[in-house]
T-cell receptor, first 116, second 113 residues
Framework: AQSVTQLGSHVSVSEGALVLLRCNYS??????LFWYVQYPNQGLQLLLK??????LVKGINGFEAEFKKSETSFHLTKPSAHMSDAAEYFC??????????????FGQGTILTVHP | SQTIHQWPATLVQPVGSPLSLECTVE??????LYWYRQAAGRGLQLLFY??????ISSEVPQNLSASRPQDRQFILSSKKLLLSDSGFYLC????????????FGPGTRLLVL
């Protein structure tokens, strides 16, 4: 079984400040990990994913995440927040292996607010 | 390139009425298809997935059903809607196998009154 915990349902930062969104996972097999962003009343857009290659993953819009197996974490960061980053962010895990069929288990989401 | 469509975009239905939401994918063959529900203030819950025509797996017992009559068409249905069926329904697809990304459609907002 797999699970995802996102610490903090709401995060507020000032424009230009560091963004840090936390994600911890649980998986019985090596995981694939994803971060998605959702703007109001829209579908989810992939920011980045970890698939057992480099542990530091760079994504779109200046975001990156680091896979830390010892901490079972996959935190999302961005050095300098922009107003357009305001959205809801979801961390998700998928188990490697053919029988998982790519099913994603999502965290509860973190709403990011960016203040001018 | 691949695209995914969902319709309708918004739907208001009375309790006890039937439901049919449609999802279609273009530009790929034999995708894995998924239905998720996002209830207010909650994360996304996987409802159904399909790895081929006529092959449906249900993740949670509920008032809904899914069908895949064609390779790139995925339908979510209900015979009688409940208030608790309200939410934002998202369809997703991915290329079968490996660590492929799931790509999401624009979603359908369902309000059951």
């Amino acid at each position: 079984a797999q699970s995802v915990t996102q610490l903090g349902s709401h995060v507020s930062v000032s424009e230009g400040a560091l963004v840090l969104l936390r994600c911890n996972y649980s998986s019985s097999v090596p995981p694939y990990l994803f971060w998605y962003v959702q703007y109001p009343n829209q579908g989810l857009q992939l920011l980045l994913k970890y698939t057992s290659a480099a542990t530091l993953v760079k994504g779109i819009n200046g975001f990156e995440a680091e896979f830390k197996k010892s901490e079972t974490s996959f935190h999302l960061t961005k050095p300098s927040a922009h107003m357009s980053d305001a959205a809801e962010y979801f961390c998700a895990v998928s188990e490697s292996g053919g029988t998982s069929y790519g099913k994603l288990t999502f965290g509860q989401g973190t709403i990011l607010t960016v203040h001018p | 390139s691949q695209t995914i469509h969902q319709w309708p975009a918004t739907l208001v239905q009375p309790v006890g009425s039937p439901l049919s939401l449609e999802c279609t994918v273009e530009g790929t063959s034999n995708p894995n298809l998924y239905w998720y529900r996002q209830a207010a203030g909650r994360g996304l819950q996987l409802l159904f997935y399909s790895v081929g025509i006529g092959q449906i797996s249900s993740e949670v017992p509920q008032n809904l059903s899914a069908s895949r009559p064609q390779d790139r068409q995925f339908i979510l249905s209900s015979k009688k809607l409940l208030l608790s069926d309200s939410g934002f329904y998202l369809c997703a697809w991915r290329t079968s196998g490996g660590a492929e990304t799931q790509y999401f459609g624009p979603g359908t907002r369902l309000l059951v009154l």
